[in-house]
C-alpha cells in the first residue's frame, strides 16, 4: 500500500469550464489510512475518485501516489482498484471467475495457483466463499456487492477506491458490511479512500473524515474530532441524528455568546430539560423510532429537536425548561467562534 496526495486539484465541466466540481483540493493520505469523503450530492467526492484513478484528468494540481507523480499516466498504470456504487459484475461468469478476472491479466503473470489461492483467500474475506460456483446473476444484492468488493481486494494495489460501495442494500446489510470492510482494511493494512453520503459510515469507518462542500475540502480530522470541533455551520450540520439545532442569538437570554455570534449551534448533549410549569418551552410531540425516541420542542416560535431521556415522562403540551450547555457558536459568515 502507499501514501496517497493531492495537490491543489481543481477540475472543471461545462462550457469554458463554468462548473467547477473540485476546486483546489489538498489531501494527504497515510499508507494504511482510511479516510472517508462526506458530502452532499454535486460536493464533487466521485469527481476526486476518478482523478485519483486517472478517469479525469485535473485542469490543476497533482495528484501522486507512493511520492510519484501521475500526471500522464493512464488508469492502468495507476496501481488503484476502484469499486463502483452498482456491482459492476460479468453476469456470464461465476463468482470465481469473476474474483480471478483482476489477476489473470498478462501483464500479471500469476501462476494459476497463485490465483486460486489469492481467490479463495478473498472469497473467505468477504464470506462468499460458498457461492464460488455461482453465476454472479444468481445472487442477491449483498453477495453481488460483496463479490465487487472482492474483485478490488484480490488485488494489492496502491490503494483502494470506492465509490458509495454500500448505497444500493438495505439498511441491515449495510450495516454488516460497514463492519466487514473496516475489519479488512485493518487486516490488510490498506488504504482506502471511500466516499459516501452517509454520515453514519464515515464516524463508524474513518479514520479521518474530510468534509466537502462545492468542490472544497471544508474540513478534515478524525470522526471525534468532525463532530465535536466542526469549524463551520455547514459541518455541523452534516453531523450528528437528530441534526443540530440552530438558534438565532438571543433566543435564550442567558447565554454567554462570544461578541460576533449569529447562530448557536445546540445538539442533545447541550440541551439540558426539566419538567416546569411555567417553563419556558413546551413538548410539541415525541417521535417514536424504535431504537431513540425525538423530543420535538417549541420555544417560542422556534423548534428544536433533541433525543429524548428515556426516564423523563413528558407528554406533548406538557411546559419545560429548556437551557444551553456550552453550546456552538457561529459567526455571521457560518465560521465558527470559539
Ligand atoms: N462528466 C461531467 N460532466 C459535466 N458535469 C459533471 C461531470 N461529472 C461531474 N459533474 C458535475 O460536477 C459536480 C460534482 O459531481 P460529483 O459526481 O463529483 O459529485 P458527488 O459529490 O460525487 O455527488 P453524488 O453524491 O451525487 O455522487 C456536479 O455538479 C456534477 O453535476
Known amino acids: 500500500m502507499a501514501d496517497v496526495t ?4 481543481t477540475k472543471s465541466f461545462g462550457k469554458g469550464g463554468a462548473k467547477r466540481a473540485v476546486d483546489g483540493i489538498d489531501l494527504a493520505i497515510a499508507d494504511g489510512e482510511f479516510v472517508v469523503l462526506l458530502g452532499p450530492t454535486g460536493a464533487g467526492k466521485t469527481t476526486t475518485l476518478r482523478l485519483i484513478a486517472g478517469l479525469e484528468t485535473p485542469d490543476a494540481g ?5 511520492g510519484r507523480p501521475m500526471a500522464g499516466l493512464a488508469p492502468a498504470s495507476r496501481d488503484v482498484a476502484f469499486v463502483f456504487q452498482q456491482y459492476s459484475l ?9 474474483l480471478a478476472f483482476p489477476l489473470r491479466s498478462p501483464a500479471r503473470r500469476m501462476e494459476a495457483a497463485a490465483i486460486d489461492a489469492r481467490v479463495r483467500e478473498v472469497a473467505k474475506m468477504v464470506r462468499i466463499d460458498h457461492k464460488l460456483e455461482n453465476r454472479s446473476t444468481r445472487l442477491s444484492g449483498g453477495e453481488m456487492q460483496r463479490v465487487a468488493i472482492g474483485r478490488a481486494l484480490v488485488r494489492r494495489p496502491s490503494i483502494y477506491l470506492m465509490d458509495e460501495p454500500l448505497s444500493s442494500l438495505d439498511a441491515k446489510l449495510r450495516g454488516e458490511l460497514r463492519l466487514e470492510l473496516k475489519r479488512i482494511q ?18 463508524t469507518m474513518a479514520d479521518r473524515i474530510g468534509i466537502l462542500a462545492e468542490g ?5 480530522g478524525t ?20 441534526h443540530i439545532n440552530l438558534l438565532p442569538v438571543g433566543l435564550l437570554p442567558d447565554v454567554p455568546a462570544p461578541p460576533g455570534t449569529k447562530t448557536i449551534g445546540a445538539r442533545t448533549e447541550h440541551i439540558a430539560l426539566a419538567r416546569e410549569e411555567g417553563g419556558n418551552a413546551r413538548v410539541d410531540w415525541i417521535e417514536h423510532l ?3 425516541n425525538h423530543l420535538h420542542i417549541k420555544l417560542d416560535e ?11 415522562a413528558v407528554s406533548p403540551g406538557d411546559r419545560i425548561s429548556l437551557s444551553l450547555r456550552n453550546p456552538l457558536y457561529f459567526g455571521q459568515d457560518g465560521q465558527r467562534l470559539v
Open 216 to 220: 472544497r475540502l471544508v474540513q478534515i
Open 6 to 9: 493531492l495537490k491543489g486539484i
Open 90 to 98: 460479468y453476469p456470464h461468469l461465476t463468482v470465481y471467475e469473476n
Open 62 to 66: 497533482m495528484v501522486s501516489i507512493g
Open 223 to 242: 470522526p471525534r474530532e468532525i463532530y465535536a470541533d466542526p469549524a463551520n455551520l455547514h459541518v455541523a450540520a452534516r453531523l450528528g441524528q437528530p
Open 186 to 203: 485493518k487486516e490488510l493494512g490498506a488504504t482506502l479512500l471511500y466516499v459516501t453520503h452517509d454520515q453514519i459510515e464515515a464516524m
Open 302 to 312: 422556534q423548534k428544536l429537536v433533541t433525543l429524548a431521556d428515556p426516564d423523563m
Open 290 to 292: 424504535g431504537d431513540q
